[in-house]
Nanobody, 122 residues
Framework: QLQLVESGGGLVQAGDSLRLSCAAS????????MGWFRQAPGKERELVAY????????YYIDSVKGRFTISRDNAKSTLYLQLDNLKPEDTAVYYC???????????????WGQGTQVTVSS
């Protein structure tokens, strides 16, 4: 499987921005659909966004549309998530994930990072 390492989380105030990064290794990055999940305390893990291999297809959950931007740099084998206009309800552990199809990514990806904490204070 792909090895994934996230970075970039932190404690910010509402309205601030953060940029999460996910460095991939171990397999060919361009073979994978990449996504970001998050899990807030007491809630189930949810898919936040994903991006296809060439980067032409993206998906966002409604609650982050217009505020978050997913992107990938295939030359650097790195996935990004730009988080703008953060809200307290965005507080969660954010996980990078990968699989070889969108269906598998949605159902339960086989590659996961360790997670990075994002905390937004009001």
């Amino acid at each position: 499987q792909l090895q994934l390492v996230e970075s970039g989380g932190g404690l910010v105030q509402a309205g601030d921005s953060l940029r999460l990064s996910c460095a991939a290794s171990g397999r060919t990055f361009t073979n994978y659909i990449m996504g970001w999940f998050r899990q807030a305390p007491g809630k189930e893990r949810e898919l936040v966004a994903y991006i296809s291999t060439p980067g032409r297809v993206t998906y966002y959950i409604d609650s982050v549309k217009g505020r978050f931007t997913i992107s990938r740099d295939n030359a650097k084998s790195t996935l990004y998530l730009q988080l703008d206009n953060l809200k307290p309800e965005d507080t969660a552990v954010y996980y990078c994930a990968a699989d070889d199809t969108i269906q598998r990514l949605r159902a339960g990806p086989r590659s996961w990072g360790q997670g990075t904490q994002v905390t937004v204070s009001s």
